[in-house]
Structures are given as structure tokens and as C-alpha cells.
């Protein structure tokens, strides 16, 4: 019987998504290179049903057999939403120019961490669009997934790289990950996340408590290294004896 895949399992996978025949994100290298994406691409594992992916993608990953080719059908409900009037704003162009900005219809902005197009400048203002540029379009994703993931350090490891976008040092127990306690700010943030998916309580490991932890492993590693010389001074006072006994026989 053909394994499948089933909601809460870790996968990597590699994909192309289309949007009005055009792709606009993959993370194979050599579809990557053909349309200039910009990014160095890596191999993305996401938990299904852990909404690392649009809800459409998400759930179309369940019930699929490793290494088949797949392709899907995503409309705007459950992919990056529909328009939403609301985001169509208008700014002064007086706050482009303190910024040393020159806004142009179609160009496209990072503004206060969102994505904006310029629509049109007239009358010293800025209509501005912050609807996501896919909002509102049929997306198409062509997919396989290459393998299950099993072990915790990687699927841990996913999660930092998605969640966090840097690795911390962690040890994992049988219900609880514990990070170091330089992760405690992302912990304190995204651990109910993490636990969701994992299954598992996210804690970070507090700075008295590591120093505490070094200290006694100082502690082991002094008093292994006293004994080592205590076994070398013993078996040096032991051979003179042996030697002396020998010459008392010979005698």
C-alpha cells in the first residue's frame, strides 16, 4: 500500500506558483534563475496544517504520495485574499519627499513593513495600494513533495528557519524543546505557535541556569582531572614498592 500524507506531518517540498500563467515564486534553483527572482532558494519543510503555506496550498497537501508531481488550483478566498478598498490610501506627497522618496505609478514600496504600490501621484497626493499584489487573483502551484521529515532537531530546525528566520541552540525531551536563553524574545512571541504544531511545550532556558549548568560541568571536569592525577601519583609510588620487593627476593 502507497504511503500518503496526512495532516501534522513535516515535508519537504519543492514548488512553482503561477499566478495569470506567470510564476511568481518557486524555490528550485533553476526555475529560480530563469525569472530573476532575486533570492538564494533552499528547500522549504512545512508542517501540514500548520499554515506555513496559504490555506489553499495547506490543505491540498494531505492525502499525496511522495515524489508524484502535482498541480492545484487556489482561488482567492484561500489564497492571498480578495481586494480589500480599505487598502487603497491616500498620503500627502509631502511625506515621500521627507523620506527623499520620488513616487511613481507602479512602483512598488516597503511601507511601516508592508508591501505598496503607487497607483497614481496628482495634487501634491499619493493614492496608495497596500493590498497584497496577488489579492484577489486564481493562483495555480505545481508541486512535489520530495520526502517525510521524522526527526525533532529538523523539524524544530523548519520551524526557526520559517518562524524566527535564524537557528538557536535547543535540546528536546520527551514533552518540552528548550531553547537557549538568547531565544527568549522569539519563545515569548511564537512558542504557543510552536507548541500547536509540535505537540510540544517551547521553553527557554534562563541565563542563571546556564551559568549554574557551566559551573557544575567546570565542577566535573576539575574534579576528573584531579583524580586522573591522583591514579598517575598512586601508580608512581607503586613501582618504586614493586621494586624493592624484588631486590629483598634476589637477596
Known amino acids: 500500500m502507497v504511503e500518503k500524507t496526512k495532516k501534522g506531518d513535516f515535508v519537504e517540498i519543492e514548488f512553482i506558483g503561477y499566478a495569470n500563467g506567470a510564476v511568481f515564486d518557486t524555490n528550485i ?15 522549504l519543510i512545512v508542517c501540514i496544517g500548520g499554515g506555513m503555506v496559504v490555506p489553499g496550498f495547506d490543505n491540498q497537501l494531505e492525502d499525496k504520495e511522495i515524489s508524484q508531481k502535482y498541480r492545484i ?10 481586494r480589500n478598498p480599505a487598502l487603497i490610501r491616500i498620503i500627502p506627497l509631502s511625506a515621500f519627499r521627507k523620506q527623499e522618496m520620488n513616487p511613481v505609478p507602479g512602483l512598488m514600496l ?9 497607483l497614481s501621484v496628482s495634487g501634491g497626493r499619493v493614492s496608495v ?3 497584497n499584489p496577488l489579492s484577489g487573483k486564481d493562483i495555480e502551484y ?11 532537531e529538523e523539524k524544530v530546525n523548519s520551524l526557526q528557519d520559517f518562524f524566527f528566520k535564524k537557528r538557536f541552540k535547543f535540546k528536546t525531551e520527551e514533552k518540552r524543546i528548550i ?5 527568549e524574545p522569539f519563545v515569548k512571541i511564537l ?7 509540535l505537540g510540544k511545550e517551547m521553553e527557554f532556558e534562563k541565563k542563571e541556569e546556564k ?18 592525577a591522583s591514579e598517575s601519583k598512586e601508580k608512581k609510588s607503586e613501582k618504586p614498592a614493586e621494586n624493592n620487593e624484588e631486590k629483598e627476593k634476589k637477596k
Open 211 to 228: 551559568k549554574a549548568e557551566a559551573k557544575e560541568g567546570t565542577k566535573k571536569k576539575t574534579a576528573a582531572k584531579e583524580e586522573k
Open 142 to 152: 505545481e508541486f512535489t513533495i520530495k520526502r517525510k521529515v521524522e526527526g525533532d
Open 129 to 131: 495600494d497596500f493590498n
Open 110 to 118: 516597503n511601507l511601516d513593513g508592508m508591501i505598496a504600490k503607487i
Open 73 to 82: 488550483k487556489v482561488e482567492p478566498e484561500e489564497g492571498f485574499g480578495k
Open 29 to 43: 534553483k533553476e526555475k529560480a534563475k530563469e525569472i530573476n527572482l532575486g533570492v538564494e532558494v533552499q528547500p
Open 191 to 197: 512558542g504557543k505557535k510552536f507548541s500547536e504544531i
Open 179 to 183: 531553547f537557549e536563553p538568547e531565544a
